[in-house]
């Protein structure tokens, strides 16, 4: 059994190396929530946990709305903090908000389908998950479980399924290093740390044919030169962004690549500022964004590609404009 937390807002991390010597293995740290809204602590938090060395993840805070345009948002903040890189704790999708629970089904194969990491933990109180969640209807998707039930019996909440990975068995707890309470995690029977890493994914019994790469054909990524990266099965660009440790924006635009959703096996990505690397246009002109417009909608209509326009006005997400702002272009 492996012990970890979970680490929102509300946490303050004082010590963590005196975390990871309590035996605190793992740690998952609260990046977003909804489309817009980022933890302003996350990437210290995130730096202060790896340092020490724990293993850590983030966790986005999944709201009513385009569930799509949410793991957009997570995948550039959670990307960009090097959390979905193989090696990583995998992302959690955190299922709590009322607002979310008629929809919550489609919502998280949604999130997970745009994501495109695996696997992907679903968190949810005992209610959410007897009531709610149906893991029947995720098909081959790597979904694993992750239960909050409080009491007080880590690794046995009490009610289980074939892919219930984790069991928060405190909302209360303490570990040295974190001042007051903070949430405490321990692996099911069958998982153990290195199941719910990204990219070693055990199967705990069999199921139909996964989309998944085996780790066996999906190495780490290492670029091919230093300054080159050739796509492999499985990638996306916001773990090849984790490598290089730039933006995904930034990888867009150095390969001019207009939909950063869609890379080829067997493509040569250049690493933003390489010999031979595109660079962004200055910009020229400006728009005044109108109610209802969308940046997708804008890149058309200004021969701009959407990358380009996020790193010309440095938005931090593209789902996210407003009446009134500037975009240049």
């Not at 020490?52 to 345009?69: E, N, S, T």
């Not at 995998?90 to 695996?118: C, H, Q, W």
């Not at 417009?293 to 006005?313: F, I």
Request: hydrophobic share 40%; proline share 8%; with cysteine.
């Amino acid at each position: 059994m492996d012990y970890g937390i979970d680490v929102s807002h509300f946490n303050a991390i004082a010590d963590a190396h005196a975390v990871r010597n309590n035996g605190i293995t793992y740690a998952w740290v609260k990046a977003t929530e909804g489309t817009n809204y980022v933890d302003p602590t996350f990437a210290n938090k995130v730096k202060q946990l790896r340092a020490a060395g724990i293993r850590v993840g983030a966790y986005h805070f999944l709201r009513a709305g385009d569930a799509a345009a949410q793991a957009r948002h997570f995948r550039d903040v959670a990307g960009d903090a090097g959390c979905l890189a193989l090696g990583s704790l995998m992302p959690m999708a955190d299922l709590e908000s009322v607002d979310v629970r008629g929809t919550a089904n489609p919502a998280l194969i949604a999130f997970y389908d745009k994501l495109g990491v695996s696997p992907l933990d679903c968190y949810g109180n005992l209610d959410w998950w007897v009531t709610t969640l149906q893991p029947g209807r995720w098909s081959n998707r790597t979904i694993l479980g992750h239960i909050a039930r409080y009491n007080g019996k880590p690794g046995a909440p009490g009610w289980t399924y074939s892919r219930m990975a984790c069991h928060q068995h405190s909302s209360t707890g303490t570990v040295p290093g974190i001042p007051g309470h903070v949430d405490r995690n321990a692996t099911m029977a069958g998982y153990n740390l290195q199941a719910i890493t990204i990219g070693n994914v055990p199967v705990p019994r069999p199921i139909p044919a996964s989309p998944v790469v085996p780790p066996a054909t999906h190495p780490p990524a290492t670029s091919t030169t230093k300054d080159t990266y050739v796509v492999r099965s499985g990638d996306t660009l916001s773990r090849i962004a984790s490598m290089w440790h730039v933006t995904v924006s930034a990888v867009a635009v150095a390969n001019r690549i207009a939909d950063p959703d869609v890379i080829q096996v067997g493509q040569i990505l250049k690493r933003p500022g390489a010999p031979g690397a595109a660079t962004a246009t200055p910009a020229s002109k400006s728009y005044t964004v109108r109610p209802g417009d969308t940046l997708s909608a804008l890149a058309r209509v200004l021969g701009r590609s959407v990358p380009t326009l996020v790193a010309l006005n440095h938005l931090s997400n593209p789902d996210r404009i407003y009446a009134g702002q500037v975009i240049h272009y």
